[in-house]
T-cell receptor
Framework: RKEVEQDPGPFNVPEGATVAFNCTYS??????FFWYRQDCRKEPKLLMS???SGNEDGRFTAQLNRASQYISLLIRDSKLSDSATYLC?????????????FGKGTKLSVIP | NAGVTQTPKFQVLKTGQSMTLQCAQD?????MSWYRQDPGMGLRLIHY???????DQGEVPNGYNVSRSTTEDFPLRLLSAAPSQTSVYFC????????????FGNGTRLTVT
């Protein structure tokens, strides 16, 4: 069965904290990985793509572990504005098709 | 640029009625897709298209039709609405059908009574 699994949370963290989310996926042949954020009653928005060597964008760091089939998102120095649901997205079909599967999301609340 | 435009934003239908959700993108994206989002279920792929004239089924295609006559437009048709189709529908596009992030429209909130 093709799956993308995330811890639903919620994660309640104080401002300034570091928080990490993990996401596991079922197809070892998957090639495309992304993190999105979704605010309440809004559309998902791309946070960052996830590259094989890992990548960083300001306070956000994404990692890919192919051997264990998971991706991670690290948020440093959390801001109130980081409160949202974070969605892990993987193309589980591998080569030959392109169907992005979304995890159910991890809810983050950053508390003053 | 407008990006991905969905209409309508809200719609109420009676069981058995049909309607078309419109989606248009002005980014010359090759790939377009429709998702539905339900509480506790996350986003699920309904149909997708890798180019004009080409469509395929996603995870939950039953009760929906699509067509892609132009690069820009990808309408979703509900043939005979059912209460189980009450959901938030998102259209999304990407530059290509490989390793390319999706850009989403604002969504359509559909209620079927």
């Amino acid at each position: 069965r093709k799956e993308v699994e995330q811890d639903p949370g919620p994660f309640n963290v104080p401002e300034g904290a570091t928080v990490a989310f993990n996401c596991t996926y079922s197809n070892s042949a998957s090639q495309s990985f992304f993190w999105y954020r979704q605010d309440c009653r809004k559309e998902p928005k791309l946070l960052m793509s996830v590259y094989s060597s890992g990548n960083e964008d300001g306070r956000f760091t994404a990692q890919l572990n192919r051997a264990s089939q998971y991706i991670s998102l690290l948020i440093r120095d959390s801001k109130l504005s980081d409160s949202a649901t974070y969605l892990c997205v993987v193309d589980l079909t591998g080569a030959g098709s392109y169907q992005l599967t979304f995890g159910k999301g991890t809810k983050l609340s950053v508390i003053p | 640029n407008a990006g991905v435009t969905q209409t309508p934003k809200f719609q109420v239908l009676k069981t058995g009625q049909s309607m078309t959700l419109q989606c248009a993108q002005d980014m010359n994206h090759e790939y377009m897709s429709w998702y539905r989002q339900d509480p506790g279920m996350g986003l699920r792929l309904i149909h997708y298209s890798v180019g004009a004239g080409i469509t395929d089924q996603g995870e939950v295609p039953n009760g929906y039709n699509v067509s892609r006559s132009t690069t820009e437009d990808f309408p979703l048709r509900l043939l005979s609405a059912a209460p189980s189709q009450t959901s938030v529908y998102f259209c999304a596009s990407s530059f290509r059908a490989y390793n390319s992030p999706l850009h989403f429209g604002n969504g359509t909130r559909l209620t079927v009574t």
